[in-house]
């Protein structure tokens, strides 16, 4: 059985977050499985999915073949998903993380997150796969009356009966997760955002290593098809050439080696050749020059963007 190489960081809940992971935001159910499986045998030993990404099945589908082939346990794995905008409502939190353990064929969460901070009513009964982002179906998403501090405790709630060991929010900014944190009584363990040379976050990193709150950074090599592509952006390509290097890995490495060295980066790939490139991200170093160099680049970008999604400028 092959051990994991990838460093891993101690989280305010006591568990421990390997600072590489594997996304599956957009990989079909019917690559994702391969595509976990190359990932635990490539080393990884973080997987990242969501409810509204329709593929936990299928993650879980390829966990359960890596254990059964002897590439890992599951003790060994940490495994995330996400409570979706519908499940908000506390009445609903332990049903949907239930689900999302029986989809993906686990007995616990390592991580459950909170995947945005707006709360939906659910979809009718004839809708029940409906995420709300499916483009120009009808009815719309309608905003639903429910404060964050009574899905939180239902978020406890999933620690305290053992399904899920760190629980944490996304897509937060400092100022809501200072509110979150004076009712809170279990702190979020993590804070995962969008991160990445465009969009380097510094502000966020330096509240949430203040307060013991691990920052995951999505989206890293800025997402998929949507420009200005980050991959060609001239910088990244020449700091590349200086290492011999992607400007993939460069950019994976910047958000490895950034400062106070407290966050876990998660690239999703389908291809098992880019998730073994993704996975050497150690054993070698961007200089100190070439850090400050891509974390001030002129461009600014977010790709993934509320106002687009939910109608509300969250940020
Ligand atoms: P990434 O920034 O990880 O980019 C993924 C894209 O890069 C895909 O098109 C992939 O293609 C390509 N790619 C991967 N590796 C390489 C490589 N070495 N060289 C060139 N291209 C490469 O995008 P995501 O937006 O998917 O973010 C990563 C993960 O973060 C998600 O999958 C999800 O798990 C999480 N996430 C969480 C969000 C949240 O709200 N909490 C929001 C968005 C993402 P291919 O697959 O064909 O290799």
New binding site residues.
Partial sequence: MSSPTVDTILLNSGHRIPRL???????PSE?VRG?VVAAIEAGYRHI???RV?KNEAAVGDGIQEAISRGLVRREDLFV?T?LWCTDHHPSRVLEACQKSLERLKLQYLDLY?V??PVAWKPFPASQPDRTGLEPGMEPAPEIEKTPFFETWRAMEDLVDRGLVRSIGV??CTPIFMHDLLSYARIRPAVC???M?PYMPQPALVQWCNKEGIHV???????????VPR??EDAVLREVGAKYGR????V??RWAYQREGASTSV??????A???R??FELTGWALDQADMDRLSSLPTSFR??HPAQRFGVPLF
């Fill in positions: 992971g594997l996304g599956t935001w957009q990989s690559e595509a990242d999915t969501a990404y995330t996400k997150l995947h945005w996304c897509n995962q955002v969008e990445h995951t950074a999505y989206s890293p090599l800025g997402s998929t098809d949507r980050l991959l992607s400007p993939a890995a950019a994976l998660i690239p999703k790939s389908v291809h050749a880019r998730i490139e993704n790709y993934v």
